[in-house]
């Protein structure tokens, strides 16, 4: 199972998090970097679409729609079969190829050490930016007294 | 129906468009990048009424319409059919939300706590004239606090489910691609839950507001107080075609619980959601939702009556289209007054009473 490897570094689940949310200029860099030792690569799909998200209803447990999220998707193969897939949120269809570029080469030769490095950069930056707004948000956690 | 082809005006009627547009000036990039980063709570507005998520997509269609709410909507709405469904994300659960506002005025120690987040509740609406004056307004710094405030919050209702306070629930075990959905049916009554929270996530807010406002104010069966109110981030949950889980970015949502009083011994709830951050919709969406149960039929909180009239696109459309040609049906009402006079001039000259027929109502 794909989930399995990479045996070190996030697993697959967590590598598709950051690659999603990394920054876009960094993230199709990497990913230009990679093509180079790539080989022939058969792009199924690559557009934009919609993903539906659904809500749990907190009074009744009921599941209903919110709306749909535009998102851009990338879906590519290489000669061995080996899948890659990118899909963000957004208009960015770049962005989409250059995370289905990094995941295929990633689940047809592990993780090398700059993938590695450059997924632990953009964790520790979005960890941070999370970090940040979440410390601001604290500051206006408030006690609230009655007289 | 009594409408008629108009022939003629195709040069006018190209010129009005140009004068519209002309008006907005040259759309660039760059416009519409300034509209998206300034006006969030606009963005949110128009995403969660076009039911449609994309910042970028929401300050174009601003640009385009020149901030005309109902216009900018019924374009995403448009746009949005041009596109496929990929997929129905997992379903976003309350205690997964990176939330970031979280308050209740029904408790005031409630798990986890209480965090204003941005807000101006407590501030005072002052208009900031100096900037017209050439001083830009620099906002001061937030303190940050030293360490940061927990991801995610626990379920206020889940607590008071567990205190016996709140109605227990059974768990919810419906397919995401089996849950009823608006953009693929018609919305039918009595509704199901998920097509009236569906519907109150796509409502217009100012109808929202107006007909949740008539509930508060007394032409409702339940006075709401805020069980709780959050603003947060949720994850767009989809899979891999391997079948990993993953997150392909996070969208703004708000969601509100209120309450009113008690029914066979546990509190009423009333719930709406919506995306972008739009308190004010979502505090009165909930209202509705909590009056609905024994509003009688024709009220301003029946769901057929709410939920109809808070469409965005087909309230303004109707609206709008009074503006069209309605010659025939008008030509009918004043061909209809015309010859009423004359009969009642004409009895009035016998010496006569004129008794007119009873009319019809015209059908536009």
């Known amino acids: ?147 | 129906m009594a409408y008629v082809a108009t022939r003629g005006g195709e040069k006018a009627i190209e010129q009005a468009e140009r004068l519209f547009r002309q008006d907005l000036g040259t759309i660039d990039a760059q416009r519409v990048e300034t509209i998206r980063t300034t006006m969030p709570y606009l963005i949110d507005r128009v995403m969660g009424e076009a039911s449609l998520y994309d910042e970028e997509l929401a300050a174009l269609a601003l640009a385009q319409t020149g901030g005309e709410l109902s216009e900018a909507v019924l374009v995403l709405r448009a746009w949005r059919t041009t596109q496929p469904r990929l997929a129905i994300a997992r379903p976003v659960k309350q205690d997964e939300v990176l939330t970031q506002r979280r308050i209740s005025a029904a408790f005031k120690d409630i798990p986890g706590g209480q965090i204003l987040g941005p807000t101006l509740d407590y501030s005072h609406r002052v208009l900031a004239t100096d900037v017209l004056e050439g001083k830009p307004f620099a906002p001061p710094q937030v303190e940050k606090a030293t360490s940061p405030a927990p991801a995610k919050q626990p379920s206020l209702a889940d607590w008071q489910r567990q205190q016996g306070l709140v109605a227990p629930t059974e768990p919810s075990d419906i397919a995401p691609e089996d849950i009823p959905d608006l953009t693929r049916e018609p919305l039918l009554f009595p509704a199901s839950r998920a097509h009236r929270l569906q519907s109150l996530a796509r409502a217009e807010t100012g109808g929202v507001l107006a007909l949740g406002y008539a509930a508060m104010r007394g032409y409702g069966n339940a006075h709401p107080t805020v069980n709780e109110l959050r603003l947060g981030e949720a994850n767009v949950l989809v899979r891999h075609p391997r079948g990993t889980e993953f997150s392909a970015g996070r969208v703004r949502v708000s969601q509100a619980e209120v309450t009113s009083k008690e029914k066979g011994g546990y509190l009423e709830l009333g719930f709406a959601a919506t995306f972008g951050w739009n308190e004010v919709k979502v505090i009165a969406a909930a209202t509705l939702d909590l009056n609905s149960d024994e509003a009688p039929v024709g009220s301003p909180v029946h769901e057929e009556f709410y939920l109809y009239h808070t469409e965005s696109v087909e309230a303004s459309g109707f609206c709008i289209h009074f503006k069209l040609p309605h010659y025939v049906t008008f030509q009918s009402i004043l061909d209809a007054m015309r010859d009423t006079k004359a009969k009642k001039a004409a009895a009035e000259a016998k010496g006569e009473v004129y008794v007119a027929e009873p009319e019809e109502e015209p059908v536009l």
């Open chain 1, 1 to 147: 199972m794909f989930n399995e490897t990479p045996t070190t570094g996030p697993g697959h689940g967590a590598m598709l998090d950051i690659l999603a949310r990394a920054r876009p200029d960094r993230l199709k860099q990497h990913a230009e970097t990679l093509l180079t030792t790539m080989g022939e690569i058969n792009v199924i799909a690559n557009r934009t679409g919609l993903v539906m998200v659904p809500m749990r209803d907190t009074v009744k447990n009921v599941d209903f729609h919110l709306g749909e999220v535009l998102v851009s998707e990338a879906h590519i193969t290489d000669a061995a079969g080996h899948v890659g897939y990118g899909m963000v949120t957004g208009r960015d269809l770049e962005r989409a190829m250059a995370m289905a570029v990094i995941d295929l080469s990633v689940a047809a030769r592990g993780q090398d050490d700059i993938t590695a490095s450059f997924l632990e950069q953009e964790r520790t930056h979005r960890a941070a930016a999370d970090e940040e707004r979440m410390r601001q948000v604290e500051a206006t956690r408030v006690e609230m007294e009655t007289f």
